[in-house]
C-alpha cells in the first residue's frame, strides 16, 4: 500500500465512523477556547471543563481577564495540573491581547504564539477549530497514533510529525482529522494497552501487525 493510499484509507475510516468530529472542550467563544486550551496542557479535557464555568463567569471576556490578579485566579485553577503557571500565563495573555490586540483573539499562528502560554499546538488547535484553518495540532495522541497506523515516518518531534500530516491530509480535511487522531488516541489507541480488538483500522495498522498480532499468536 502507498502511502497515499494509506492516508486515503484512514481518513475514509474516520470520515465514515465519526463524521462530526470535534473538540471535548466546552466552550462559547474564541476567548473562552483559548483559556480552555492554554488550561488543557498535561491536564484533561474533562478536569477542564469542569473549571472553566467558574473562570467564565467571573471573568467573560479578556477585558475582565486583563483585571484579575495572581490571587484571585489561583483559586479558581488550583485543581489543575502547573497552576501557578496557568496562573501567570493567562494573566499575561490577557494583557497582552488588551495592550497588543484590541482585545481582540488574533486568527493566525504567528500572532498567537506571541501570548504567554501559547505555543505552536495551542495556535494550531485556535486557528483550526475557530477558523478551520489547514494546520494541524501535534499532542501526544496525535503523534501516537499517527505513528502507528503508518501515517507518520521516523517523525522525532511533534513538528516533524505536523509536517508530515499536512503533507498527505487534503487542505479541508485536516481540521477535523486533528480531532479523528486526538479521539482515537484517547479512547481506543491508548497509550499503553490499545484496545485493537475494537478497532476498526486493524487491517491495515502496521503496529497491531508488527507488535500486537505476534503477542496475541503467542498467546501472552
Ligand atoms: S489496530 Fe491497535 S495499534 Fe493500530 S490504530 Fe488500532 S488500536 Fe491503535
Avoid at 507518520?152 to 487542505?171: D, G, H, M, S, W
Avoid at 481540521?175 to 478497532?199: F, Q, V
Wanted: hydrophobic fraction near 40%; charged fraction near 20%.
Amino acid at each position: 500500500m502507498t502511502r497515499k493510499e494509506r492516508y486515503q484509507q484512514v481518513l475514509a475510516y474516520f470520515q465514515e465512523h465519526n463524521p462530526t468530529a470535534e473538540t471535548e472542550l466546552i466552550y462559547d467563544s474564541p476567548y473562552q477556547l483559548l483559556v480552555a486550551v492554554v488550561l488543557s496542557a498535561q491536564c484533561t479535557d474533562k478536569r477542564v471543563n469542569m473549571t472553566t464555568p467558574a473562570i467564565f463567569a467571573k471573568y467573560p471576556d479578556v477585558q475582565t481577564l486583563a483585571t484579575a490578579t495572581f490571587d484571585e485566579l489561583f483559586p479558581l485553577i488550583r485543581s489543575i495540573s502547573y497552576p501557578n503557571n496557568k496562573t501567570k500565563h493567562l494573566i499575561g495573555m490577557a494583557h497582552m491581547l488588551v495592550n497588543d490586540f484590541g482585545g481582540e483573539i488574533p486568527m493566525t499562528v504567528e500572532e498567537l504564539v506571541k501570548l504567554p502560554g501559547v505555543g505552536r499546538k495551542t495556535a494550531n488547535v485556535i486557528t483550526s477549530v475557530i477558523d478551520e484553518q489547514p494546520n494541524m495540532a501535534v499532542d501526544t495522541h496525535v503523534f501516537r497514533v499517527a505513528a502507528r497506523l503508518g501515517l507518520t515516518r521516523n517523525a522525532t518531534t511533534p513538528l516533524a510529525a505536523e509536517k508530515q500530516l499536512v503533507q498527505y491530509i487534503p487542505k479541508e480535511q485536516i481540521h477535523i482529522a486533528h480531532h479523528w487522531l486526538i479521539l482515537h488516541g484517547r479512547y481506543i489507541c491508548l497509550a499503553r494497552s490499545p484496545k485493537c480488538g475494537e478497532c476498526g483500522l486493524r487491517a491495515i495498522c502496521p503496529y497491531y501487525k508488527k507488535k500486537i498480532k505476534p503477542l496475541e499468536k503467542s498467546g501472552s
